[in-house]
């Protein structure tokens, strides 16, 4: 059993929803990221999604890509991503790490040697945002063997035959885009939300996270309602980024604590 799906069973006993911030790693540096995910780890994220920076998003809006510019001028690859993460599982053993990210810079980096190292370093999963699911049977198998699990994005636009892929392969949870648009749009609706997820759930059968679009405690609290989790990562790297250096994982443990409240009320 995987980190991730030993959290979600944990939180599913509890009758608690997982909370997953996203961070870009090297944002504002790397020594800054391991102390960001120790905040969030001990304020009460259930699960970590840390990005990849890339010069080229596609699924990315313009906080998070400025996040990313500022992590790649300071020199953050991949190799530096899972240095992050080992760094962290020297402090924290069982909080599962997500890495999110696109295909480039694994395919660079070459798949083998990525499955190889990101097991070594200690990632749970990894969130490919370009690799269509039709596609990259192979590299699930690869990941499963070293007990990593493959997240995978729905949008409001998936067909039914998208959810059936899915749910043959999918592992950890599935991350449902809650609007069209990029990362950080304000235009999430609630109620259509609520009609999707049921419908996820026919096709697959591991556990629903919802992001784009979740701002602050009152909507993340709505939208754990309806859902297995709440993604949130806009906002975070928003608030993050008017931080002073020194103060950037307290305030990160701040908000954090301040979602986890709402989504336990």
Sequence with gaps: MSRIQATF?????EGRKALIPYVAAGDPDIAASVEILRAMAD???DVIELGVPFSDPMADGPVIQKAAERALAQGTGLPQVLEVVSAFRGIHADTPVVLMGYANPIERYGIDRFVTDAKAAGVDGVLVVDYPPEECEDFALRLRSQGLDLIFLLAPTS????????GRIASGYVYYVSLRGVTGAANLDISAVAEMIPRIQRHVKVPVGVGFGIRDAKTARAV???ADAVVIGSALVQHLELQPRNKVAEAAACFIAEIRQALDA
């Design 43 to 45: 304020a009460g994220a």
């Design 224 to 226: 754990a309602a309806v």
């Design 159 to 166: 067909s039914e035959a998208r959810m059936q892929t899915l």
């Design 9 to 13: 069973e944990r939180l599913q006993k």
